[in-house]
């Protein structure tokens, strides 16, 4: 499984990803800082990473392509320090390793990891006052 950090993702949590063995490569390292999200998103499907971030903004973009790929893990913790992203992404990894490499957008809060698999179908709005 390959690993692409956004900018919000520390250069550590690839480093702790590399020791674990996994091919992660983080935006800075490559001077794409400056990305925009359509073309973050769309490296991560061409390169077939699972995209690591902290910006809902991925979420979005990922329901809205109706694409079964990229995983996308959105980071909502309080606290985003790499030890604390760090023991998340580890438990992720040992329970969703499987659904990750099929297609999954992955919320991790403090107390819940909440994944929803590719691709993701938008529901239909109803018209008018009916219930």
Do not use: W
């Not at 490569?25 to 690591?52: F, I, M």
């Not at 297609?103 to 403090?110: L, N, P």
Request: glycine letters at 6%; charged letters at 25%.
């Amino acid at each position: 499984m390959k690993f692409l950090a956004n900018m919000g993702i520390s250069p550590i949590t690839v480093e702790f990803l590399r020791r674990l063995g996994y091919d992660a490569t983080h935006l800075h390292e490559e001077g794409l800082g400056q990305l925009p999200d359509t073309d973050v998103l769309e490296k991560a499907r061409r390169e077939r990473c699972v995209l690591l971030t902290n910006d809902l903004d991925f979420g979005e973009l990922l329901a809205r392509s109706r694409a079964a790929l990229p995983s996308v893990v959105i980071f909502r913790l309080a606290n985003m320090r790499p030890e604390s992203v760090n023991a998340h992404l580890a438990t992720l990894l040992s329970r969703f390793a499987a659904e990750l490499e099929q297609g999954a957008i992955v919320s991790v809060t403090e107390g819940r990891i909440r994944l929803r698999k590719l691709p993701i179908a938008l529901r239909r709005r109803r018209v008018g006052g009916a219930k």
